[in-house]
T-cell receptor, first 113, second 111 residues
């Protein structure tokens, strides 16, 4: 298995632009998680899905952030409009169950100028 | 505040020495996990210990769990330069429905 695949690996954009991050979880996993990591705030859970259904989005910072999981093999995290304070590394992870071992992707490093 | 907080925040040792990292948490848990993150990479699961377990081993890793003190420790024996990374504990609150990661310990193993 190729593991959790995220794209792009790096994204540089200008303030106000729309950014879409993509994730392909490990086949057969039922849960998918989006995290954001910064030096100041550490690793933050933004949202997670179970069986493609959003369960907890309390970590989504603002309405500018949205996430979808149209099927079991694909999820997106969208930021519109992006702001410099959104600059961070965004990780996607998947797992068999919500509280079980999570497998992380390599992350997307986002820079908003 | 964080459910899991690691201590120390940073640790520097010589190759061959043992490294010990601690994690404290606040609520009752079902299990506790430790993850490693190499610079610029995603987190990698190392070991999971359940609330009814007190100690677990995996290769050079030894994890202990003291639920009465709400704390766990990760011991890496005979450290290698390749162990240089950040280490995070993660807990799932009993009755909760997600993992919460701690703030991490940055370990540097020098040759």
């Amino acid at each position: 298995d190729a593991g959790v695949i995220q794209s792009p690996r790096h994204e540089v954009t200008e303030m106000g632009q729309e950014v879409t991050l993509r994730c392909k979880p490990i086949s057969g996993h039922n849960s998918l998680f989006w995290y954001r990591q910064t030096m100041m705030r550490g690793l933050e859970l933004l949202i997670y899905f179970n069986n493609n259904v959003p369960i907890d989005d309390s970590g989504m910072p603002e309405d500018r952030f949205s996430a979808k999981m149209p099927n079991a093999s694909f999820s997106t995290l969208k930021i519109q409009p992006s702001e410099p304070r959104d600059s961070a590394v965004y990780f996607c992870a998947s797992g068999d169950r919500v509280w079980d071992i999570q497998y992380f992707g390599a992350g997307t490093r986002l820079s908003v100028l | 505040s964080q459910q899991g907080e690691e201590d120390p925040q940073a640790l520097s040792i010589q190759e061959g020495e043992n490294a010990t990292m601690n994690c404290s948490y606040k609520t009752s848990i079902n299990n506790l996990q430790w993850y490693r993150q190499n610079s610029g990479r995603g987190l990698v699961h190392l070991i999971l210990i359940r609330s009814n377990e007190r100690e677990k081993h995996s290769g050079r890793l030894r994890v202990t769990l003291d639920t009465s003190k709400k704390s766990s420790s990760l011991l890496i024996t005979a450290s290698r330069a390749a162990d240089t990374a950040s280490y995070f504990c993660a807990t799932d609150e009993r009755g909760g429905n997600k993992l919460t990661f701690g703030t991490g310990t940055q370990l540097k193993v020098e040759l």
